[in-house]
């Protein structure tokens, strides 16, 4: 079974800075996805970003950006210019190829933007 | 487009009553999905769906039951609640693909937060 961690319970930027949030997966497989989702306090799941495994491109959207390490089994999300509307709580995920048993989730990182 | 809609959207149950929690999305997807989200945890899938009569179990699907009977609907049913399924539900859904459907992304309902005294 696949495992996702999330080391981090919770970080803190400053309005308009860049931060990392880490995320390191388990896996046995070699093709799979992985998705980073944004909760914000009204609980809806937001998809921030996605990555295909055979990529070895970083996905980009925006002010989002991915570092993903295949060998390491390491996706980190890089916000930068960080927005008050980005504080919310952050899941990594990872979904296999097939698909059928869905996203496998990380705990969270609580993300916090100090004005 | 709805998107995928959940009802209730609050509900509180006494312990070994029943009740369906109702997903339903308007997307024409084949895949769909119900996860719970407790405190410090992230989702855990509970029972999936490839289309249409068609279901399988998740990571933690004692205590719940679901059926498909129309691609539309998905709904969760807790036949006697107890109050370890405490938490928030989330209905997701996506295309299916076949092999390559984890490419798909899931689209989320609003979830529905459960409480069981």
Known sequence: ?115 | NAGVTQTPKFQVLKTGQSMTLQCAQDMNHEYMSWYRQDPGMGLRLIHYSVGAGITDQGEVPNGYNVSRSTTEDFPLRLLSAAPSQTSVYFCASSYWTGPVSGANVLTFGAGSRLTVL
């Open chain 1, 1 to 115: 079974a696949q495992t996702v961690t999330q080391s981090q319970p919770e970080m803190s930027v400053q309005e308009a800075e860049t931060v990392t949030l880490s995320c390191t997966y388990d896996t046995s497989e070699s093709d799979y996805y992985l998705f980073w989702y944004k909760q914000p306090p009204s609980r809806q799941m937001i998809l921030v970003i996605r990555q295909e495994a055979y990529k070895q491109q970083n996905a980009t959207e925006n002010r989002f950006s991915v570092n993903f390490q295949k060998a390491a089994k390491s996706f980190s999300l890089k916000i930068s210019d960080s927005q008050l509307g980005d504080a919310a709580m952050y899941f990594c995920a990872y979904r296999s190829s097939g698909g059928a048993d869905g996203l496998t989730f990380g705990k969270g990182t609580h993300l916090i933007i100090q004005p």
